[in-house]
């Protein structure tokens, strides 16, 4: 059913009011990472190893220490030893240890009493590097010969024999595949590349921290997961994870980058090193693209069966990822897992393996791995139906999963809307329009799987009777108001009675972060049942207060009352009137709910992109974008139309401009905005939503995450548009001018 | 290295503040001044997030000194607002949701406020291509446009 | 860092004499503040001269040229209409150069002599037959500008001197000039191609032309047989086919992350005929 009219099935859910943190927002007032000052800060500058892959002989540190305002300087040599598994990628990550592993990993750091001292001291700090041979591209990675990245780093997946650089294999698949491929009447095969892109948060990382030598601390930090971040900190710093506190600040953009620590290790341990002083260190744009968590670059393979009239019989895919120089850091097996999670086929095969090159530590991009794949399968895809003359939506239609059917990742789907995406996309105004000379339309897929995980959630009845929530999901994309909505419509009250706030650490019991578009969905599951705990506290005052059974009292609409004539005659007892009583019978009330939650929703979307290819320059301009996607249930649309715009255009960006470009010498040479181009606003029309909701039933409101799946089909929707609009196909992206001009010289000469 | 003494007025208040001449007007704004509303995306010109008005003139101002601030009367996006009443940009904004993370929103405003204040009626085309140098990577630009246009309209209506 | 605001240009010249080390020069700032940011040029000694008299003036001469001063930005540029009116095409290219923010402060003369050899200003500059007047501890010069830069990063400006106004000549009867660049968005992006074109026209005929492509060599190319190819032809199509090898032979770009030789050839090739037919256009009063 599609979203054209305001749901009448509840109060406010489905509304439309204004966020809690707009007025912050639009004055200037929010403070992100960089916006917090405390008496006696001090400022951090980073020294980053020019080199891609170099053995570090000697740090000399004592010009920087001899200037007046310095007040430390640390090196690796600060942090303690013996970390094994992630825990030791993350400390290596943070301050390289005998070697620096990419152009930009950290090597040292200095604090002094002002931003310009501690860069004019970080200049001081003298490096002596021996160069080591570097290796960036995932297919010159993986060669036999590839210079070694770090030896002994793959994990037991991976055979004897295999080339250096490759540290995990992985494979699974259902179903006879010769026999699929044997029943196509069309079997085709094609290649596919991606490079690098990151996130593009236009605020860079900041934090201020402070760390005494009793192992005490604080860090305000812009972050997506404070309780990830508390934990990889004490970790890397050798202190217990209860003696951290972590604040989010408000987040300037994350989409999966700020989910781990890059330099806030440094920080805190500048600030043991000075006496205990709060240090502030915020990372330049350059060092944020050169040295965070940008994607993985990917090399694909994709083989795939069809009858005559669309029928997908058998598929094969094979992916190579690089992640940087960490084990474990692509997401190769999201990637595999999701390549074919649109489509019912019999006969399954995936194979991957993650690959190390001298490049920073990828980090989760919105949908991490589901882009890629989503480009060379439905690339394929698309090839395949205008080879046989097919519609491409009545393809994916035919062969779309349904509840019942098994994944090709393996699960069987329970109730899913990919069905009815596809169904509001072919009816859709957009699909009418005209096309002229020079211009195609390019359709595709997208799925992200949606993620439940450790939550908890605190929720305290004021003395008023206006309630406050303590949520652990730092807000990226509006969730405070959906969580009010949720809170407010479960309670029977106004949504301006509810106020939600994010919490620091010491608060709640752990959270992950806003990740996996779990805010809306786990946080929201864990407040409606902390409000029906909190609920049921209530009705109990109130039933004690008439001497009555607790079974014989409901809530509703705001208030305590008998359940029946039956019951008794008593008047609604309101949530402000049990609120202002409840210190003397009974005490505080609140409810709270921990969980690692359960009953998560994939999301289904499905993109229509409309371009027009200048064939002389090879320069691709976006005329119409239609985002058509399953949000369960939109607990405030306007957010997920938020959503739906935000990843569609960083999908475009992706698929037409932005890529990490690297010099012979392993050096990034794009490192700031002028040359690393994400959209803006000229690039770009009107992003049309559609906003399909089957109700997840494993949330109490029917919400599906919906923050990743929008990235996802924009990548192939627009090469096979351009493929449209041109005739020529092409199999790596980025689509930039030079390499569409030059498949468009290459077709015309035959 | 000496600091120097700059006097200025920042949106409508006379202010003094010691910069050192390397240190760019954003920094004196958020360091010196505590007025963190402008925002440091980029440090290049790229991103607009730290955009305010000089004389009048919209700008970027991590690529201003300090020190060439001497005498200027400066708008920030603490500036916009008359007091408790907002300007019609900020309460479209929240109306249409066009903010998601809100780190470019103060830049945006500024530049919106820039624009309208020199063409009453902007087309959609005129106000994307003013804002080219106001980045966001959030909400793919649609609502801002939106709340843009509608803020002109109302803007039109009540003169 | 020393900071200076001379009031006069004798006084910059002074101070420019005896600093030690990196000296700058200010206008803008939006390629010295950038440079000081990232650390690629640390001034010792930095010299605003935006307090000068006259560098903020735009000054239509008697001749009907132009004198324009060295800190006059892209925005005001764009706001003059008269200026607008007789050198479109050095106006627009001026006014591609960055955001909005951007051109509330950038300059002329900062564009031409921060020598990026894909500057989007300096083409139409050169294709005007522009000139500067350059003041130093030697007395005072007239410099074409096509001659100001020598290669990436560096002109032949000696150390010490100053940019202390950009001239155009007379724009005259029957005259129109155009700038087109290739970037890959639609705003924000440097040059990968620029082209230039200003021409005169008698009856239908180009009688004078003069054609300057920016990004494909190591410096702004002033190129003369691309102009030859258009003098004396209504630009008919063999005329543009003419133009558009000569600008293609003429440039020498490179691979970099922005664009590849190839790629970089072809499109001088199509920016050199469109730019012509709106210069075209332009000198016979049709195009706005």
């Known amino acids: 059913m599609a979203k054209d009219e305001r749901s009448t099935e509840f109060r406010l859910i489905g509304t439309r009011p204004n966020r809690p943190d707009g007025l912050d927002k639009v004055t200037g007032r929010a403070r992100y990472g960089a916006d917090m000052t405390l008496p006696g800060m001090l400022f951090a500058a980073v020294v980053r190893s020019p080199h891609a892959h170099a053995r570090i002989l000697k740090i000399d540190a004592s010009a920087a220490l001899a200037l007046d305002g310095v007040k430390a300087v640390v090196t690796r040599a600060d942090f303690p030893t013996g970390l094994t598994g992630e825990d030791w990628n993350l400390q290596e990550n943070s301050m390289a240890g005998d070697v620096a592993l990419y152009d930009g990993h950290a090597v040292a750091a200095v604090a002094a009493t002002s931003r310009l001292l501690a860069e004019d001291a970080a200049k001081l700090i003298k490096v002596d590097y021996e160069v080591l041979p570097h290796v960036i591209d995932v297919d010159d990675a993986i060669r036999p010969d590839a210079p070694v990245v770090r030896v002994g780093a793959a994990d037991h997946s991976v055979p004897a024999g295999s080339p250096p650089n490759v540290v995990k294999c992985i494979d699974f698949g259902h179903g006879d595949i010769e026999a699929g491929f044997a029943a196509a009447d069309l079997v085709r095969e094609q290649s596919y590349k991606t490079e690098a892109t990151h996130q593009g948060y236009i605020e860079p990382h900041a934090c201020v921290a402070q760390l005494g030598a009793d192992g005490k601390g604080e860090m305000w930090v812009c972050t997506q997961g404070q309780w990830y971040i508390r934990r990889m900190c004490a970790a890397v710093l050798g202190i217990d994870a209860s003696g951290l506190r972590v604040t989010p600040s408000e987040i300037g953009g994350g989409f999966g980058g700020k989910t781990i620590i890059f330099m806030e290790p440094l920080a805190l341990a500048l600030s043991r090193k000075a006496g205990g002083r709060p240090v502030k260190l915020v990372m330049s744009r350059s060092d944020v693209l050169r040295a965070t968590g940008p994607t993985a670059s990917a090399s694909m393979d994709v083989k795939l069966g069809m009858t005559k009239d669309g029928k997908l019989t058998a598929a094969k895919v094979n992916f190579r990822m690089q992640g940087g120089a960490f084990l474990g850091a692509s997401p190769v097996g999201e990637a595999l897992s999701c390549a074919l999670a649109c489509y019912d086929i019999p006969a399954v095969q995936h194979d991957g393996v993650e690959v190390l090159a001298n490049r920073p530590k990828a980090a989760a991009y919105r949908a991490p791995g589901s882009p890629m794949a989503a480009f060379a399968v439905e690339s394929l895809l698309d090839e395949m139906c205008h080879e046989l003359g097919l519609d491409p939506l009545d393809v994916r239609l035919k062969n779309a999963v349904r509840e019942g059917v098994k994944a090709s990742y393996g699960p069987t789907y329970a109730k899913i809307g990919l069905v009815e995406v596809l169904e509001a996309t072919k009816a859709h105004p957009n699909l009418l329009a005209k096309l002229g000379p020079n211009q195609g339309r390019g359709i595709a897929s997208g799925f992200w799987f949606n993620h439940g995980g450790e939550t908890s959630v605190s929720l305290a009845i004021g003395e008023d009777g206006t309630v406050t929530v303590s949520a652990g999901t730092p807000d990226v994309g509006g969730s405070r108001a959906s969580l009010a909505l949720m809170v407010a419509e479960t309670l029977g009250i106004e949504y301006e009675a509810v106020r939600v706030n994010i919490v620091e650490t010491g608060a709640l019991g752990v959270n992950e972060p806003s990740h996996g578009s779990r805010a809306t969905f786990a946080t929201g599951k864990a407040a409606v049942e902390a409000a029906r705990q909190a609920i049921g506290e209530m009705c109990r005052r109130a039933a004690k207060e008439w001497g009555i059974e607790e079974e014989a009292v409901v809530w509703k609409d705001g208030a305590a009352m008998p359940a029946g004539p039956n019951a008794g005659q008593f008047p609604p007892m309101t949530i402000a009137e049990i609120g202002a009583k409840m210190g003397g019978n009974g005490g505080p009330i609140s409810g709270h709910h921990e969980t690692n939650a359960e009953g998560v929703g994939a999301s289904f979307g499905a993109h229509v992109v409309d371009v027009e290819v200048d064939p002389e320059t090879g320069r691709t301009t976006i005329l119409r974008y239609l985002v058509v996607q399953d949000a369960g249930r939109a607990i405030h649309p306007a957010y997920v139309e938020g959503q739906y715009q935000g990843g569609a255009v960083q999908g475009i960006g992706w698929a037409l401009n932005e890529e990490y470009v690297y010099g012979a010498n392993g050096r990034l040479q794009n490192a700031v905005f002028l040359d690393y181009r994400i959209p803006v606003a000229s690039d770009l029309p009107m992003i049309d939503t559609v906003i399909v909701e089957v109700p997840n039933p494993g949330h109490p409101y029917g919400v599906r995450g919906v923050g990743e799946t929008g990235i996802t089909p924009p990548l192939p929707a627009i090469a096979n548009a351009v493929a449209m609009a041109t005739g020529a196909r092409i199999r790596s992206l980025p689509l930039s001018p030079p390499k569409v001009l030059a498949a468009i010289k290459a077709k015309g000469r035959g | ?159 | 860092m020393h900071y200076h605001k001379p009031q006069t240009f004798e006084d910059a010249i002074k101070i420019a004499a005896t600093a030690q080390g990196v000296t700058r020069f200010l206008a803008g700032g939006t390629d010295v503040l950038v440079q000081l940011r990232a650390g690629t040029v640390t001034p010792d000694t930095l010299i605003d001269l935006k307090l000068i008299p006259g560098v903020r003036d735009i000054v239509r001469n008697a001749d009907g040229g132009w004198t324009i001063g060295i800190a006059v930005s892209g925005a005001e540029l764009g706001r003059h209409a008269a200026l607008v009116a007789d050198w479109r095409g050095v106006v627009e290219g001026m006014n591609l150069v960055g955001s909005t923010q951007v051109q509330g402060r950038a300059t002329l003369a900062g564009n031409l002599c921060n020598g990026s050899p894909a500057a989007d200003s300096v083409p139409g500059l050169v294709a005007a037959g522009a000139t500067v007047s350059v003041v130093g501890p030697n007395g005072t010069r007239q410099m074409a500008v096509e001659d100001i830069p020598a290669s990436p990063g560096r002109t032949h400006l000696q150390p010490g001197e100053i940019v202390s106004a950009i001239h155009l000549p007379p724009r005259g009867a029957h005259g129109g000039d155009a700038y087109l660049r290739f970037i890959p968005r639609t705003e924000m992006d440097i040059a990968v191609v620029g082209c230039a074109i200003s021409l005169t026209l008698e009856g239908d005929k180009i009688a004078t032309a003069r054609v300057a492509l920016g990004a494909v060599a190591p410096k702004v190319i002033l190129v003369a047989e691309a102009a030859a190819a258009l003098i004396g032809t209504t630009l008919d199509d063999s005329a543009l086919s003419a133009l558009q090898a000569a600008a293609t032979a003429a440039a020498q770009p490179i691979t970099d992350r922005r664009g590849t030789v190839e790629f970089r050839k072809d499109v001088t090739a199509v920016l050199a005929a469109r730019t012509a037919r709106i210069a075209y256009a332009r000198a016979k009063g049709e195009a706005k």
């Open chain 2, 1 to 159: 290295m000496s600091k120097i003494h700059v006097s200025a007025v920042v949106n409508g208040d006379p202010v003094d503040f010691l910069a050192d001449p390397r240190e760019s007007l954003l920094d004196c704004l958020r360091d010196q001044l505590g007025l963190t509303g402008s925002k440091e995306g980029c440090g290049t010109g790229d991103c607009g997030a730290c955009s305010v008005t000089v004389d009048g003139v919209l700008v970027c101002s991590c690529l201003v000194l300090g020190v060439e601030a001497e005498g200027k009367a400066i708008g920030t996006v603490e500036g916009i607002s008359d007091g408790g009443t907002l300007h019609p940009l900020q309460r479209k904004f929240i109306e249409h949701a066009a903010l998601q993370c809100g780190f470019c929103t103060p830049g945006i405003l500024v530049a919106a406020k820039a624009l309208l204040d020199q063409n009453a009626s902007p087309t959609e085309t005129e106000v994307r291509y003013w804002l080219a140098g106001n980045l966001c990577r959030c909400t793919g630009y649609d609502k801002i446009v939106r709340a843009v246009m509608d803020a002109a309209s109302e803007m039109r209506e009540a003169v």
